[in-house]
């Protein structure tokens, strides 16, 4: 009460609806009050709860991109571009709120069902908000499974005169959050190209044994980009080839991408770890970003900061 603003012409009390910044009852702010388990946290509210929400949020190791987006969504002040949009585009069942598109819409759950880290879901939740855009201003369907982009990298080392390779992927979604991360020991043939898809294949192994989506993989490596997108390659790495393909077909992934070493500086960081392994195929793999070696993380924020920089300038 004391927070209300009097005017200095002491007008008769009338009725305002708090849940919408107009002062007007509409039923998608109904909704989302409803919604909303602690009450709508949107203009006019002061509780101490909704304090705790903002202060929590704003302390984040994410980007901070990401950390206004999930404010602007809690606001309901994600842009629109004023297009009315009645029912929900991506499941077409309910009305189209903030709240609904991007937590109780049956895509959205789909996307966030085993994320229960609030980092994870603050990373998450662009990449459902653009794919509602891309089905409303593009008529661009996306499968709810292929939100996350995979890169790796393999580094080539000698212990006791023998050639080893240190195999790493990371898993990313499109907002940049570490999904899963892994690094492996094991010896090296003759072609860096094959200890590459050496490296490859066992990365998409653990991501089917995590049940890790993986929307495209990403390589450094272009002979390997080739071969990967032919699916028809005759020579010694052939069995490897088709592995790393049929691995690919049961994650869903749409096919592989080349990309430079300088963009790839993450999965490198992770691939350096592989010489601290003390015997042959031993492993290490990582489920969250919060249990990365500061190793990584430091890189990872190397690549925030660049990243923020270059969306700044």
């Given at each position: 009460m004391l927070s209300i603003l009097l005017s200095f012409r002491r007008l008769n009390d009338y009725q305002?609806?708090?849940?919408?910044?107009?002062?007007?009852?509409?039923?998608?702010?109904?909704?989302?009050?409803?919604?909303?388990?602690?009450?709508?946290?949107?203009?006019?509210?002061?509780?101490s709860g909704i304090q705790g929400i903002w202060k929590k949020l704003w302390t984040l190791g994410v980007l901070r991109k990401l950390i206004l987006f999930a404010w602007r969504l809690f606001k309901e002040a994600l842009i629109q571009r004023r297009i009315n949009v009645e029912l929900c585009a991506l499941c077409g069942v309910e009305l189209e709120i903030l709240f609904h598109c991007l937590g109780a819409c049956q895509f959205a759950r789909a996307v966030l069902f085993d994320k229960e880290n609030v980092e994870e879901v603050v990373g998450i939740l662009p990449v459902v908000w653009n794919a509602r855009n891309a089905l409303i201003f593009k008529q661009q369907n996306m499968d709810p499974t292929m939100v996350?982009?995979?890169?790796?990298?393999?580094?080539?080392?000698?212990?006791?005169g023998m050639k080893m390779v240190s195999a790493c992927f990371m898993v990313e979604s499109e907002a940049g959050t570490v999904q899963l991360a892994g690094v492996k020991k094991f010896r090296c043939g003759s072609l860096v190209v094959e200890a590459k898809l050496n490296a490859l294949a066992w990365s998409l192994y653990v991501c089917c044994q995590e049940n890790s989506a993986v929307k495209e993989v990403e390589?450094?490596?272009?002979?390997?980009?080739?071969?990967l997108r032919e699916k028809n390659y005759k020579g010694?790495?052939?069995?490897?080839?088709?592995?790393?393909?049929?691995?690919?077909?049961?994650?869903?992934?749409?096919?592989?991408?080349?990309?430079?070493?300088?963009?790839?500086?993450?999965?490198?960081?992770?691939?350096?770890?592989?010489?601290?392994?003390?015997?042959?195929?031993?492993?290490?793999?990582?489920?969250?970003?919060?249990?990365?070696?500061?190793?990584?993380?430091?890189?990872?924020?190397?690549?925030?900061?660049?990243?923020?920089?270059?969306e700044d300038g």
């Amino acid at each position: 009460m004391l927070s209300i603003l009097l005017s200095f012409r002491r007008l008769n009390d009338y009725q305002i609806w708090f849940s919408n910044k107009y002062g007007e009852y509409t039923v998608k702010s109904g909704y989302w009050m409803l919604s909303f388990p602690m009450g709508n946290p949107g203009v006019g509210s002061s509780s101490s709860g909704i304090q705790g929400i903002w202060k929590k949020l704003w302390t984040l190791g994410v980007l901070r991109k990401l950390i206004l987006f999930a404010w602007r969504l809690f606001k309901e002040a994600l842009i629109q571009r004023r297009i009315n949009v009645e029912l929900c585009a991506l499941c077409g069942v309910e009305l189209e709120i903030l709240f609904h598109c991007l937590g109780a819409c049956q895509f959205a759950r789909a996307v966030l069902f085993d994320k229960e880290n609030v980092e994870e879901v603050v990373g998450i939740l662009p990449v459902v908000w653009n794919a509602r855009n891309a089905l409303i201003f593009k008529q661009q369907n996306m499968d709810p499974t292929m939100v996350v982009e995979m890169g790796m990298d393999a580094a080539i080392f000698k212990v006791n005169g023998m050639k080893m390779v240190s195999a790493c992927f990371m898993v990313e979604s499109e907002a940049g959050t570490v999904q899963l991360a892994g690094v492996k020991k094991f010896r090296c043939g003759s072609l860096v190209v094959e200890a590459k898809l050496n490296a490859l294949a066992w990365s998409l192994y653990v991501c089917c044994q995590e049940n890790s989506a993986v929307k495209e993989v990403e390589l450094d490596k272009s002979v390997a980009v080739g071969w990967l997108r032919e699916k028809n390659y005759k020579g010694g790495a052939r069995n490897i080839v088709e592995d790393c393909c049929l691995l690919m077909e049961q994650l869903r992934c749409i096919g592989a991408s080349h990309c430079t070493r300088e963009s790839n500086r993450s999965a490198h960081s992770v691939a350096q770890l592989g010489r601290k392994l003390q015997h042959e195929n031993d492993q290490l793999i990582w489920t969250s970003l919060e249990a990365l070696p500061e190793q990584i993380l430091s890189v990872l924020r190397q690549d925030w900061i660049g990243l923020q920089e270059a969306e700044d300038g």
